[in-house]
């Protein structure tokens, strides 16, 4: 079949594909640069950006965390004015209303240190005592709580979708090519990937590729002789439901136990992670209610009362791109294969870091290095060099 050529193939059309593709081509020294982005599922029906529940937060463990979400919350906020196409700005449907993190007597110091950082690097997050908590949720159960750690600007939560058809949208008056297809295979000599190989036959020659495969990132990177990404999908389910009352004021709420709920349209979105032992790999997507009655609705029954009495309304599973080893991301090229970039392993919190990454991944192609936000401690040789930079607030 036919062969063609490009500067940088980017293998995934998600919300971080579309972000790479946008920064490199929004840059001066990307002007003209080849760029095309390939996508299994044109439809996105099982891509994780269209399954995510859309939050964005500054309350993380790591700096790199926290800048990234500062970075990426203002281009969020300013996304109308950003990605303007034709005069129509795209609306991301952001609702700027907090999270509020809870914790026991044993939580506190940890939800100390790291409000300490968070307010260092510049997020505006306070500390709420319960009595502060009880003013401002009257709705809440304090049972068991110590404190709690709001986020009072630059948190909330958006439409993942209108993200991603944002950035691709404008990306493609940038002159980024977008095209459906499955990256079966890859060709690869002296330590660099020559061509990528298509399931409909095309061979595509490509100055870089980019891994942005989502939970399928080991996959792809096993095709092109990387066999130990630590990337796994992990599935997460998502429950709708309707409560009694509605809670004035309600912020994305994360439990202690790891059960968190916000609202949504006149109801609620809610869910929790499943215990390590009971979390396979898997690529389905069967939809289990175990996990709701056994440990979400008791939860939320028991934190808020007008939850006692709810209808669980239409819901989903989606998959997580599990980075196993340290529930972070991994970006920039394998040391062994100099022109395959990764930007995967992003453990639940890729949809509101899809600006800050496609920034800095735009950085390393373009100049060889980081410009804005120093990431290196984010590179695959963190693995090798047994430094994991460890995420602690993964929801
Ligand atoms: C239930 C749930 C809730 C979430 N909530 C949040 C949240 O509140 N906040 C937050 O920040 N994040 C959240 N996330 C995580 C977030 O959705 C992801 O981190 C983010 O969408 C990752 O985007 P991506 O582009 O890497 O992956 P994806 O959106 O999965 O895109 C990867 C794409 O690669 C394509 N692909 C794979 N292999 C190939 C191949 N060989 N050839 C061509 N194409 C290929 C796939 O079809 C897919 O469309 C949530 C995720 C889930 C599942």
Known sequence: MSDTTCDVLIVGGGVIGCSIAYFLTAAPEGNGLRVRVVERDSTYSQSSTALSVGGIRQQFSTPENIQLSLFSEDFIRNAGRILVVEGEPPDLGYQPRGYLFLASEKGIPVMRRNHLRQIQLGAQIQLLDLEVLGNRFPWMDLSGLAG?????????????????????????????????????????????????????????????????????????????????????????????????????????????????????????????????????????????????????????????????????????????????????????????????????GFSGHGLQHAPGIGRALSELLLFGKFRTLDLTRLGFQRFAQNMPLREENVV
């Not at 215990?275 to 808020?304: C, H, I, K, Q």
């Not at 989903?316 to 920039?332: K, P, R, S, T």
């Open 148 to 344: 709690g750690s709001l986020g009072i600007r630059g948190e909330g939560w958006l439409d993942p979708f209108s993200l991603l058809q944002a950035l691709k949208r404008k990306a493609a008056t940038q002159g980024v090519s977008f095209t459906t297809g499955e990256v079966e295979g890859f060709s690869t000599k002296g330590g660099r990937v020559e061509k990528a190989h298509l399931a409909d036959g095309e061979t595509v020659a490509a100055g870089h590729v980019v891994n942005a495969a989502g939970p399928r990132a080991a996959d792809l990177a096993g095709l092109a002789g990387i066999p130990d990404l630590p990337v796994r999908p992990k599935k997460r389910f998502v429950y709708r439901v309707q409560a009694r009352d509605q809670l004035p004021g309600c912020p994305l709420v994360i439990d202690p136990s790891g059960v968190y709920f916000r609202p949504e349209g006149d109801g609620f979105l809610c869910g929790v992670s499943p215990p390590v032992e009971n979390d396979p790999d898997t690529l389905d997507l069967e939809m289990e209610y175990g996990l709701f009655y056994d440990r979400v609705w008791p939860t939320l029954a028991s934190r808020v009362p007008a939850f006692d009495r709810l209808r669980l309304g239409s819901s989903w599973a989606g998959h997580y791109a599990f980075n196993v080893v340290d529930q972070n991301a991994i970006l920039g090229p394998h040391p062994g294969l100099e022109n395959f970039f990764f930007a995967n």
